[in-house]
């Protein structure tokens, strides 16, 4: 199994990226998918995910400017990232995991895989 993640940059304040992470080696349609971010010196935290139902989660910090999806087709989980802001700056990771329900999707522990992250620098 592999996750590839992509789509990281440097962009100026209330601009906008789309993350995406590609899934190879597993039925990405029967999986959640999810982000988290690392920013320097601090823990990994949660950002979004969505079920295998496409039913969604986000922490509250992203609500209203971050959206996530999916595309089971081409086994990708998206991370359409608007109005930026400096404290969006991190390394950006996608996570797979099966079984999940919508109280876990928040939770580091409950991924099975993860990708390589893909660095997010928003400048003031």
């Known amino acids: 199994v592999q996750l590839q993640a992509s789509g990281g940059g440097l962009v100026q304040a209330g601009g906008s990226l789309r993350l995406s992470c590609g899934a190879s080696?597993?039925?990405?349609?029967?999986?959640?998918g999810a982000w988290f971010r690392q920013a320097p010196g601090k823990e990994r935290e949660f950002v979004a995910a969505i079920k295998w139902s496409s039913e969604t989660s986000y922490t509250d910090s992203v609500k209203g400017r971050f959206t996530i999806s999916r595309d089971n087709a081409k086994n990708t989980v998206y991370l359409q990232m608007n109005s930026l802001k400096p404290e969006d700056t991190a390394v950006y990771y996608c996570?797979?995991?099966?079984?999940?329900?919508?109280?876990?999707?928040?939770?580091?522990?409950?991924?099975?895989?993860w990708g390589q992250g893909t660095e997010v620098t928003v400048s003031s």
């Open positions: 080696g597993l039925t990405f349609r029967r999986y959640s």
């Open positions: 996570a797979a995991g099966s079984g999940l329900i919508m109280s876990t999707l928040n939770r580091a522990g409950a991924y099975n895989y």
